[in-house]
């Protein structure tokens, strides 16, 4: 190497600070472009995927307080999670938070890499996914809570019930050292914001009404662009989650399809059979259903494990909303629990079971048999339940105390739309 230098001359000289940066980490630029593409999808997911499919779930005089809700507990992630979020959820600590090095962002500057892209683009990536958790949650809720109660739960639920289990779970925490596979979020998004959702709908009551008079969703076609949209942006999630442009992402990606077809089928056969009408809400509400089914799974399933993920999740979601929401005697609005909670449980042990490479699957950890991971993801799943439902719990009672979780009865009777933010979403 010195021989060929000084033959190099001060051609050589100049080439030494490249060769000593050769050897530090650097940003894939397929990958970054890649992880920017799906980072996209997922705030399309979120702003204005979920607002809108929620949105049209409602009444008309709820509309805007539900897409009021989402847009703004969307910025309020997006500050908490660069003040201190991706910090305590992704730097290290212990087996459940952890720690302050990256508070503010310090430390990660352009040239800051994770893996093989930008890590200022991981932060955006996790961003993306805290931010939707949030605004799932408030569909179990709408229709009744108090706007100002929302803010003051997404501040304590995420600090204290995403972050920890984000960090359990994609961090090397508690769940990961054990064994648990979650590749997109079936625990640390969907049954975490099922199980928050399903608190508050406890706490809050039942809506004025409930059970007395017909609460149809107001806006059928508004549901069916938002789910669509949800469908576009899941892909972001899914693929994105591989955390580069590789056969794992391409496998997520189809995993995606296959699954959300499945669970399309089977919801809308199985409702066609039992109410004599397949209706256009079953086919949305089955896409949504197959899509968090395949959620813990699609990184790690073949497609034809994927397929079968999605046919079970169909049913379970429909399950979930017609049946399991009457055993419970709960007003979930939006029925999150439903269809996140109940798809997201689904997927999650189904995981464990179709990762086998005998089956399709990437295959377990070595030494590890199927009982034990069917297991593990079954911990999984009861740790994201009852840490979520007792943060929620603190955090709605302590927004109760506070500012008070729910709105009059006139006020809720008369809509939120007028009375939170003095605007109307149908003006006559």
Request: aromatic content about 10%.
């Amino acid at each position: 190497m010195k021989k060929l230098l000084s033959m190099m001359g001060l051609a050589g000289v100049a080439l030494l600070p490249s060769l000593a940066m050769a050897a530090d980490p650097v940003a894939n630029g397929a990958d970054n472009a890649f992880m920017m593409i799906c980072t996209a999808l997922v705030l399309f997911m979120t702003v204005p995927g979920v607002a809108l499919f929620y949105g049209g779930l409602l009444r008309s005089k709820n509309v805007l307080s539900m897409l009021t809700q989402v847009i703004v507990t969307f910025a309020l992630v997006c500050v908490l999670w660069m003040l201190y979020g991706y910090s305590l959820a992704f730097s290290e600590g212990n087996a459940f938070f952890g720690g302050f090095s990256n508070a503010m962002l310090k430390g990660i500057g352009l040239t800051s890499v994770t893996g093989t892209f930008s890590q200022m683009i991981h932060v955006a990536f996790q961003c993306s996914f805290a931010a939707i958790t949030v605004a799932l949650v408030v569909g179990g809720i709408a229709e009744r809570v108090r706007f100002s109660a929302v803010l003051i739960f997404t501040v304590i639920w995420l600090t204290f019930s995403y972050i920890p289990i984000a960090h359990m779970v994609w961090a090397g925490g508690f769940l990961a050292a054990d064994g648990a596979l979650d590749f997109a979020g079936g625990t640390v998004v969907h049954i975490n914001a099922a199980s928050a959702g399903l608190v508050g709908a406890y706490l809050l009551g039942k809506r004025a009404g409930f059970g007395k008079e017909a609460f149809k969703p107001h806006n059928l076609p508004m549901v069916f662009i938002g789910a669509s949209v949800l469908y576009v942006g899941w892909f972001g999630f899914n693929a994105g989650s591989a955390s580069s442009a590789s056969p794992i992402a391409a496998l997520a990606f189809l995993n995606t399809v296959m699954a959300t077809a499945g669970a399309i089928l089977s919801w809308v056969l199985v409702e066609w059979m039992v109410r004599g009408k397949p209706s256009l809400l079953g086919a949305c509400s089955g896409a949504i259903a197959g899509l968090v089914a395949i959620t813990p799974a699609c990184g790690t399933v073949g497609v034809g494990g994927a397929l079968i993920i999605g046919l079970v999740g169909g049913v379970a979601g429909l399950w979930g909303v017609v049946t399991l929401k009457k055993w419970l005697n709960v007003d979930d609005t939006c029925d999150v629990f439903g269809v996140h909670g109940v798809c997201g449980i689904v997927g999650c042990i189904l995981t464990g079971v179709f990762s086998a490479s005998s089956l399709g699957g990437t295959g377990y950890a070595e030494g590890v048999t199927m009982g034990h991971q069917v297991w593990i993801q079954l911990l999984s799943v009861v740790v994201t339940l009852v840490w979520s439902s007792v943060v929620a719990f603190i955090a709605y009672k302590i927004a109760d105390m506070v500012v008070g979780l729910r709105v009059p009865e006139e006020q809720e009777r008369e809509g939120l739309d007028v009375n939170s933010h003095g605007e109307n979403a149908y003006n006559q």
